[in-house]
C-alpha cells in the first residue's frame, strides 16, 4: 500500500507543507476538471492530497523564462495551476519537469493502478507523479538516467512523507532486470518501446492474466501522442492512442530512428511559405480536432512533423522537404501554404491528407489501432508503430 502522506502537513528539515493550501488544492482539483482530466474519486483525492510544492524545493522556470523559487509571492499560485513547471534547463533547452497535471490525470487514469500492483516509471522528474502513484497504493519504482534528478526526485518524496517509492539512477532502455511489473508508465518521449518493459506480468497481476501494459509517449509527426501499449502472452504488440501530448525526448537507443521515424522539427522558424490553398473550412479546427487531422497526418505521410512557421502562433503542421527548409503546411482552417523547390509536390500531398481524412469522416486520434514491429538499433531493438487501421465506429 502506498505510504501515508500526512495532510494537511507533513514536516521535514522544519518546513512545513500543505498548511493554507487547501483552497489552493482544491480550486487545483476543479481546473483539472475544467481542463478535461478524468478524474476518479480516487485520483481527484491523490491530487488534492500530495503537496506539489514539496517537490520543486528549488523552484521551476516561469512561462516568461524567470526562475520562480519558494519565497516568491506568487510560488504557490503557480504550482497550483495545470500546468507543466519545468525544474532544469541546460542552456535554454528543458531537460526535466514536472508534467501538466491534467495530462499526468490521464495516463494514470489510462494506467488503471490497483492497490498492490508493482508500477516501473521510466523517467523520475521531480518524483510527483511517484507519489501520487503510491498514494494510489501501488508499489512503485521510478528510474532515471540523471544522478542529480533522481536525487531530487528522493528529496522531494521525503519532504512529501513518501517513504516507500524507490528511485534509482538507472538506463531507462533496460529498466529493471530481472524484477516483475504490472504496469509501467513513462514520462519522457520515446520512438518505441523497450521489450524490457513487456515481461508478461504474473498472473496474480491486477490486469488480465498474461497481459503487459505500458502507458507510453511515442513520437508521432514531431509529437508525442500517449499511446496505451499491450502485448498479451500469445498475440503480438499491440497499441492505441490515448491523447495527444508533447514530452522532452529520452536519449539513447529509446529514441533511435524506424523505418516510420518522421522528421525531426526543424529547429527555426520556417518562412517563404506562401497560401496556395484557401481555407476548406468555415470554421477553423478547434485544438483537438487539428490534432486528430495531425495524427493521421502522421499515418499518411512519413514527412509530417511539427514546426514554427512565420506568421502563426504555436505549432504547425508540417509536411517537411528533405531539405528541411520547405514543403507544405497544413493549417486549423484547412488553407495549405508551401515553399521550397518542391512546394507543389508538398502541397498537392497536404492536400490529399485532408482529403483522405474528410473521406474517413474525421475520426479522432483515439480510433486508430496499432500493430508495432521491432526495430531501431538492432543491438537495442525497441518496438515500434508500424501498421495503422481505424477502428469501426
Not at 500469445?234 to 529520452?250: D, E, H, K, L, Q
Not at 530512428?257 to 477553423?284: I, K, N, T, Y
Request: charged share 20%.
Amino acid at each position: 500500500m502506498g505510504a501515508r502522506c500526512d495532510d494537511p502537513r507533513a514536516r521535514r528539515g522544519g518546513r512545513t507543507y500543505g498548511e493554507g493550501v487547501t483552497d489552493l488544492r482544491r480550486r487545483f482539483v476543479e481546473q483539472m476538471r475544467r481542463d478535461g482530466a478524468p478524474l476518479t474519486p480516487e485520483l481527484a483525492a491523490v491530487f488534492a492530497k500530495v503537496p506539489r510544492e514539496a517537490f520543486v524545493a528549488d523552484g521551476f522556470q516561469r512561462r516568461d523564462g524567470s526562475w520562480a523559487t519558494p519565497g516568491a509571492a506568487d510560488f504557490l499560485d503557480v504550482v497550483y495551476r495545470d500546468d507543466v513547471l519545468v525544474t532544469k534547463v541546460d542552456g535554454a533547452v528543458p531537460v526535466s519537469s514536472s508534467s501538466q497535471p491534467s495530462l499526468m490525470a490521464i495516463m494514470l487514469a489510462a494506467l488503471d493502478v490497483r492497490p498492490g500492483a508493482r508500477v516501473l516509471e521510466i523517467g523520475a522528474g521531480t518524483g510527483y507523479n511517484a507519489a501520487l502513484l503510491s498514494m494510489l497504493g501501488a508499489d512503485v519504482t521510478s528510474i532515471d538516467v540523471q544522478p542529480d534528478v533522481a536525487d531530487r526526485a528522493r528529496a522531494g518524496l521525503d519532504r512529501a512523507g513518501v517513504h516507500n517509492v524507490r528511485v534509482l539512477v538507472a538506463d531507462g532502455y533496460a529498466g529493471v532486470p530481472a524484477e516483475p511489473f504490472d504496469r509501467v508508465i513513462v514520462t519522457v518521449g520515446v520512438a518505441g518501446v523497450s521489450p524490457h518493459w513487456l515481461g508478461p506480468p504474473p498472473p496474480s497481476g491486477p490486469g488480465p492474466a498474461g497481459d503487459a501494459l505500458v502507458v507510453v509517449p511515442v513520437e508521432h509527426a514531431g509529437t508525442h501522442p500517449v499511446l496505451a501499449v499491450r502485448r498479451s502472452a500469445t498475440g503480438p504488440v499491440t497499441a492505441s492512442v490515448i491523447c495527444p501530448s508533447g514530452f522532452m525526448s529520452a536519449a539513447g537507443p529509446l529514441t533511435a530512428r524506424h523505418p516510420r521515424s518522421h522528421p525531426c522539427p526543424p529547429p527555426g522558424v520556417l518562412g517563404d511559405f506562401v497560401p496556395v490553398a484557401p481555407p476548406r473550412w468555415r470554421e477553423p479546427l478547434d485544438t483537438l480536432g487539428y490534432r486528430d487531422l495531425w495524427y493521421a497526418a502522421g499515418v499518411w505521410d512519413t514527412r509530417a512533423t511539427h514546426a514554427a512557421l512565420s506568421g502563426h502562433n504555436g505549432g504547425i503542421l508540417v509536411l517537411l522537404d528533405e531539405t528541411g527548409a520547405g514543403g507544405a503546411a497544413i493549417l486549423p482552417d484547412g488553407s495549405i501554404a508551401a515553399g521550397g523547390a518542391a512546394a507543389r509536390r508538398y502541397a498537392a500531398a497536404a492536400a490529399d491528407v485532408i482529403d483522405l481524412w474528410e473521406a474517413a469522416d474525421r475520426p479522432p486520434m483515439q480510433s486508430w489501432r496499432i500493430a508495432l514491429d521491432l526495430a531501431g538499433d538492432p543491438e537495442f531493438p525497441i518496438w515500434c508503430p508500424a501498421t495503422w487501421t481505424l477502428a469501426p465506429p
